[in-house]
């Protein structure tokens, strides 16, 4: 069933106002649209595009752990391309193009963009650099500092735009976010088309359908342009989404949940602890998976007698009694514990240990070489 076509969204006639100043300013224009998810199979196969002609991507974004930089409305990009081709771009954005300095828009490598899509628009400044999939390898591994692969005058617009404080170099990487891009070329229009697939970690994606164009020519081509991709089936109602923003986005709350602290193993949600005592030091044992009435009679600190060297025998009057296995056994008043809610009883009074007597051999008298007479007492 196909899904249900909704209308596009569009601007208001003060954002389009406030768009076509920005375009009178701006050295171009890209025009956008994100496919909405469940539309993605229908539309690539729609497409004059060869998936498995693909060329994949990865992008990873520099800012702070707070995402210092992106409140600040600045973008620090790396992206590493087959083939080992490489490229940097230092983005602001918003930017009004009359309000920034001559030296930089006159700058080969400065260019400012309006990026129009169904319902909003925004303009940005970027300036780019080249670089080498190798050499951003290097920065991730901690071979090299990130400012290498920046060029001078990158690094003075991240200085100008940057928040007090934060440097190239104490950037932490975001990423990686994979790509897989495809191009075609409608004969009718002579114009280059872009399809970027972006692969968050999270499984999501968006699929976002471009081309770029002049100022001067931006609502014939947005015109040529949504008709064209009418005609391959394309859904153009879909809610949009930003590449960045969505990039951005995830890699916050992977951090905020990196930033959490975690609960040891030892100690699992709910369970009790006892406190025992043992010469002096005090111990605690987790009472996990033992019973409720276990739990309860085990809270309450159970003292028990230490160890005592072998001469306390003698002191407390006991005698080393014998064992089975010939070895004597040490017999010491024992101190009962108390147990909660029981009454409290009388120390129990050392027993004696019992000792063996001695036996005792009868004197017999000696013999004289005969019978013993028995003598007779004599009578009164």
């Known amino acids: 069933m196909p899904p249900t076509r909704r209308p596009a969204p569009r601007l208001s006639d ?17 025009l ?59 983005k602001l954005r918003p930017v009004v193009p009359n309000e920034l300095p001559d030296e930089v828009r006159r700058s080969a490598s400065f260019n400012v963009e309006v990026d129009a899509m169904p319902g909003g628009f925004v303009a940005s400044g970027s300036m780019k650099g080249k670089s080498t999939g190798a050499e951003i390898r290097d920065v991730l591994s901690g071979t090299i500092p990130l400012r290498k692969i920046f060029t001078k005058e990158q690094k003075a617009f991240f200085a100008a735009h940057a928040p007090d404080g934060i440097g190239l170099d104490g950037l932490v990487p975001l990423g990686p976010t994979f790509i897989l891009k495809l191009v075609w070329f409608p004969k009718e229009l002579n114009r280059k088309f872009v399809a970027e697939l972006w692969l968050y970690q999270d499984g999501s994606r968006i699929l976002e359908l471009s081309t770029k164009c002049l100022p001067g020519e931006t609502f014939q081509v947005a015109a040529e342009a949504r008709s064209h991709l009418a005609r391959l089936g394309v859904d153009l109602g879909g809610a949009q989404q930003t590449k960045t923003r969505t990039a951005l986005e995830f890699f916050r709350a992977e951090l905020s949940a990196a930033a959490k602290p975690k609960r040891g193993p030892g100690r699992p949600r709910g369970s009790t602890t006892r406190s025992r005592t043992t010469a002096g030091a005090r111990t605690t044992r987790s009472t996990r998976g033992r019973p409720a009435g276990a739990t309860a009679a085990a809270s309450t600190a159970t003292p028990s007698t230490a160890a005592k060297p072998a001469s306390t025998a003698g002191a407390t009057g006991a005698t080393p009694a014998p064992t089975a296995t010939g070895r004597r056994r040490t017999t010491t008043a ?44 004599p009578s009164a």
Do not use: C, W, Y
Request: hydrophobic content about 35%; proline content about 8%.
């Open 334 to 377: 024992a101190t009962k514990p108390t147990r909660a809610g029981a009454t409290t009883r009388r120390a129990a009074t050392p027993r004696k240990a019992t000792t063996a007597k001695p036996t005792t051999a009868k004197a017999s008298a000696p013999k004289t070489g005969g019978t013993t007479r028995r003598t007779r007492r």
């Open 14 to 30: 003060a954002q389009l106002a406030t768009m076509l100043d920005l375009v009178k300013e701006a050295d171009s224009v890209e």
């Open 32 to 90: 956008k649209l994100t496919v909405p998810t469940a539309s993605h199979r229908a539309t690539i196969k729609g497409l004059p595009i060869d998936p498995v002609e693909a060329e994949p991507r990865q992008v990873f974004f520099f800012d702070t752990p707070n995402l210092d930089l992106d409140k600040a409305g600045l973008v620090v990009r790396a992206r590493r391309i087959h083939g080992g081709r490489g490229d940097t771009v230092v």
